[in-house]
Nanobody, 115 residues
């Protein structure tokens, strides 16, 4: 059974930084595609960043140049470094894993950016 545990959320002022972590277990992390999604109140969940098993990354347009996704195979952990945060980045951030067509989700971590 895949388990994803996020940490690192919190309250930060606009312009600040946070780093989210997602520790994965029960999956072959080496070949899993790891993603970060977010969901703001009243909005649909949206894809923020992707990191493939080969280390390729992709970002939503509104976070490009501010967010960085990375993975540590030794720790089975994926990170999301978020810089220059804006109030519109406020959301619950979810870690997502896709392996051979199977999707798994973490419980989410709240990020709140004050203006």
């Amino acid at each position: 059974q895949v388990r994803l545990v996020e940490s690192g959320g919190g309250l930060v002022e606009a312009g600040g930084s946070l780093r989210l972590s997602c520790a994965a277990s029960g999956t072959d992390f080496r070949i899993s595609v790891m993603n970060w999604y977010r969901q703001a109140p009243g909005k649909q969940r949206e894809l923020v960043a992707t990191c493939t098993s080969g280390g390729s990354t992709n970002y939503a347009d509104d976070v490009k140049g501010r967010f960085t996704i990375s993975r540590d195979g030794g720790k089975n952990t994926v990170y999301l470094q978020m810089d220059s945060l804006k109030p519109e980045d406020t959301a619950v951030y979810y870690c997502h894993c896709r392996l051979l067509g199977t999707d798994s989700w973490g419980q989410g971590t709240q990020v709140t950016v004050s203006s």
